[in-house]
C-alpha cells in the first residue's frame, strides 16, 4: 500500500487546510469530511469532490487515517470511537481536554495498533532548521510569544491556548523528565489567565523560561537555546535564526575564545504538508510519528500543571488585598 484512505472531522477554518493538504498529498486518497453544520459540510465537500457527513462513526469502514480539527472539547470522543475502529488519527493539539483524557486515547492506540499523532505543527519548523542539531544538549532555554489581544479561544487560558506551542518545543529540544516548576500569571481581560510565565527545571541540569501573553501591544515570538558550544536564536516572527558556535571563525574581541556567526533567513515552508505527509508515512509504517501521543500526553500534562500553579499565585496574591 503506497497511498490512505483520508479524511478531516471538522471543516472550520483549520480543519480547511488539512482537507486541502490531503487531496494534494501523494500519499493520500482524499475520501470524505465531518462537519455537524450541514452548510460547511456540503461547501467543503463539493469543492474537493468527496462525501459529506455529519457524524464521525460514518467514517469508520470507508477511510484508513483522519485528522480531528474539532473543539478541544469533542477531541477524546471523536478520536476514541475512530481508534477503537483501527483508523490512524492525527488530532489537533491539546490531544484532549483532560490529562487522564488524553492518557486513555495513548493506551487505546497503542492496544488498536495504530498512529495516534499530535498536530503540534512548529516541531515541524524546528525540525526543518535543524535546531537540535545545531544545539546539542541544551542547558538554557528562553522562549516568549505576545501578541495583542484578539477575541479568539477565551474559555482556555493562555497556557492551552498560546504557550502550549513553546511548552512542546521546549520539552523535545531538553528530551529530559520536568523536575520543578514554578509558574506565575494573572487574567487582565478575561476569566482566564491572559498572561503566564514558567521556569521549568529538568533532570537534565537543563532549565527554561517561557512567557506567554495575549494582552501585549506588540508581537513577539522568539526562542533562544544555549548548549555547551552553540547559541542558537530564533525569531518567528521575521523568520530569522542566528547560529553562534564558540572555537569556530575568528575571535570577536581580544581575550575571547573565537565564535563563529551565521544567520539565515528562512522561509514560509509549509509545515503543515509536511506535518500530514509525515503522519501518513507513519501510518503507512515508513517511520515514527514526529510528536507520537505520548509527546502531545506530555506537553498536556505539564501545562495544566502551569494553570494549576499560575491560579494558586493568583488566590495567593489577591488574599493579600
Known amino acids: 500500500m503506497d497511498k490512505l484512505r483520508t479524511a478531516v472531522v471538522g471543516a472550520g477554518h483549520f480543519g480547511r487546510y488539512h482537507c486541502d493538504k490531503y487531496a494534494k498529498s501523494a500519499l493520500s486518497t482524499f475520501a470524505g469530511v465531518v462537519d455537524a453544520d450541514s452548510g460547511t459540510r456540503e461547501r467543503v465537500a463539493g469543492k474537493y469532490g468527496v462525501p459529506g457527513f455529519a457524524d464521525h462513526r460514518e467514517l469508520i469502514g470507508k477511510v484508513d487515517a483522519v485528522s480531528v480539527v474539532v473543539p478541544t472539547t469533542l477531541h477524546h470522543d471523536v478520536a476514541r470511537d475512530l481508534i477503537a475502529a483501527g483508523i490512524h488519527v492525527l488530532i489537533e493539539k491539546p490531544i484532549a481536554e483532560t490529562v487522564e483524557q488524553g492518557?486513555?486515547?495513548?493506551?487505546?492506540?497503542?492496544?488498536?495498533?495504530?498512529?495516534?499523532?499530535?498536530?503540534?505543527?512548529?516541531?515541524?519548523?524546528?525540525?526543518?532548521?535543524?535546531?537540535?542539531?545545531?544545539?546539542?544538549?541544551?542547558?538554557f532555554i528562553e522562549s516568549v510569544r505576545i501578541h495583542p489581544f484578539k477575541p479568539r479561544a477565551l474559555d482556555v487560558s493562555v497556557v492551552l491556548d498560546l504557550m502550549i506551542h513553546d511548552i512542546d518545543l521546549v520539552l523535545a529540544l531538553a528530551n529530559s523528565e520536568v523536575e520543578t516548576l514554578h509558574a506565575i500569571g494573572a487574567p487582565i481581560v478575561?476569566?482566564?489567565?491572559?498572561?503566564?510565565?514558567?521556569?521549568?527545571?529538568?533532570?537534565?541540569?537543563?532549565?527554561?523560561?517561557?512567557?506567554a501573553s495575549r494582552v501585549s501591544q506588540t508581537t513577539e515570538r522568539r526562542m533562544r537555546v544555549f548548549g555547551r558550544e552553540t547559541y542558537v536564536s530564533i525569531d518567528l516572527q521575521n523568520r530569522k535564526l542566528v547560529s553562534m558556535r564558540r572555537g569556530e571563525g575568528e575571535a570577536p574581541a581580544p581575550g575571547l575564545p573565537p565564535i563563529a556567526r551565521t544567520e539565515t533567513e528562512y522561509g514560509d515552508g509549509d509545515d503543515l504538508a509536511a506535518e500530514i505527509d509525515s503522519f501518513l508515512g507513519a501510518c503507512l509504517g515508513r517511520h515514527k510519528p514526529l510528536v507520537d501521543g505520548k509527546a502531545g500526553l506530555q506537553a498536556l500534562d505539564v501545562a495544566r500543571r502551569i494553570e494549576t500553579a499560575t491560579r494558586a499565585h493568583r488566590e495567593r496574591i489577591l488574599s493579600a488585598f
Open 190 to 211: 478575561t476569566d482566564e489567565e491572559d498572561i503566564a510565565n514558567v521556569r521549568l527545571g529538568f533532570a537534565s541540569g537543563c532549565v527554561a523560561n517561557i512567557t
Open 103 to 139: 492518557a486513555a486515547l495513548v493506551a487505546l492506540a497503542a492496544e488498536r495498533g495504530v498512529v495516534l499523532q499530535v498536530g503540534h505543527l512548529q516541531r515541524f519548523l524546528l525540525e526543518r532548521l535543524g535546531v537540535a542539531g545545531l544545539v546539542g544538549r541544551p542547558l
